[in-house]
């Protein structure tokens, strides 16, 4: 049976200079493993017994990087779910979208996590390392900037 889990992209806006672009005060929160081989992935974990895909999701970003589910607000349209082997089994990894309410809320790292950084697209695409995470990371980007 396919391994599944859940977790949220995370966002969060600056405030822009007036002669920038809204895309460009975007900035993505990924935190580095402190294991295997330290990639860079936004907070997500497996589903527990008894749960739904979306509580995992919340309950896996509290866990990971100290946000509680009333410090975010999910996005309405955007779910993406990506396929790939872990250890020669199926993975499912569900992802929805949510934004800080404020920028300045202090990310709290498990132990599972050594380090988080808020990065741009561009460089977020950098850390990310897998191809799938950095196609879905400029799809949020595209749909963010569709809804300005």
Known sequence: M???ACGLIIYRRLQPPPSSKVADSIEYLLLQTSYGTHHWT???GHVDPGEDDLQTA???TQEEAG???SQLNLIEGYKKELHYPVHGKPKTVVYWLAEVKDCNTEIKLSEEHQAFQWLKLEDACKF???EDMQATLKEVHQFLCSKE
């Open 2 to 4: 396919a391994v599944r």
């Open 42 to 44: 936004p907070p997500k």
């Open 67 to 69: 946000l509680q589910a």
């Open 58 to 60: 919340f309950r896996e």
């Open 128 to 130: 990310a390392g897998y």
